[in-house]
């Protein structure tokens, strides 16, 4: 029987054949447990520690799991499907970019600074101090059905515009043949955040069709300079209408409590939650 919260079978049948086999021919407690442990764990958003006893010791389970975010477990079974996905076709490249903040509880503070400076103690791990507190922010790209293809994490006090390129690096769908990794979309939609001439002159040079609102300031100052401040960007107002996905998959990513609320201290635990959140949507 499933229990709520668990992985199902046609879930399991996937991430089974993904799983990193074990070197020194020594048992180890079923992987399947481990992940549904896993997976409460981040579904709930409860602590290690109150993760029910089915699923074996919390500590074994806290193991497992960071061992994993460390060594790119995580990372590359998310590869993998994406990989098989696009072999199959089953990718949208019509790509939706923007970024959402998560509230940082206060058992997120207090990771190990290692000699870091007080200006780059909160950097490291993606917190920035605002008003409200400490935050993240999760920048990401999605394809055209609303499912992550890559993201990256800053404090939460970071401009959007900033990270596009970092963004848009982070994609890397690769073949199951020969061939270089796809990197590039079909088409972007971003919001008034990306529409910076810095930023549309750099998707020009990659030769990225995409579609931004023009920001009232930046009409005005155009119009100001008369002929000298060029002709308008164009906006394609139906295209514009699909980039709700976007929004949408921030939604499907935060029906994880986990994610929702940052409750990690280090960047790399936090983005090994976000990568099984969006290896789940994938499946």
């Known amino acids: 029987m499933v229990r709520r919260h668990e992985l199902s079978d046609g879930e399991w049948d ?14 180890r407690r079923d992987d399947r447990v481990m992940l549904n442990g896993i997976v409460w764990k981040l579904r709930t958003g409860s602590a290690w520690r109150d993760v029910p006893e089915r699923y074996g010791p919390w500590r074994t389970l806290y193991t497992r799991f960071r061992r994993w975010a460390l060594d790119g477990t995580f990372t590359r079974m998310l590869e993998t499907v994406q990989a098989r996905k696009d072999a199959a076709g089953d990718i949208d490249w019509l790509v939706s970019v923007d970024s959402t903040i998560t509230r940082a509880h206060q058992h997120a503070a207090g990771a190990r600074k290692k000699g ?25 790209a999605c394809d055209g059905r609303g499912r992550p293809l890559g993201f990256l994490l800053t404090g939460g006090n970071i401009n959007d515009c900033t990270q596009l390129e970092q963004v848009l690096a982070q994609i890397k769908v690769a073949r199951q043949g020969p061939g270089r990794p796809r990197t590039r979309p079909d088409h972007l939609l971003g919001d008034k955040g990306y529409s910076s001439w810095k930023i549309r002159n750099y ?8 579609t931004t609102p023009e920001r009232a300031d930046q009409r005005t100052n155009r119009r100001r300079r008369g002929s000298s401040g060029g002709r308008p960007p164009a906006f394609d107002t139906e295209r514009y209408k699909q980039r709700n996905v976007v929004e949408r998959c921030f939604n499907a990513l935060k029906q994880y409590r986990a994610t929702a609320t940052r409750y990690d201290k280090t960047r790399e635990s936090y983005e090994a939650v976000l990568t099984i959140a969006s290896l789940l949507m994938w499946i």
């Open 116 to 140: 870091q400076s007080p200006q780059r103690r909160h950097t490291n791990h993606a917190l920035g101090r605002s008003r409200g507190g400490l935050t993240t922010k999760i920048h990401l």
């Open 203 to 210: 998707l020009r040079r990659r030769g990225i069709p995409h």
């Open 14 to 27: 996937v991430l089974s054949g993904l799983l990193p086999r074990t070197e020194t021919g020594r048992p």
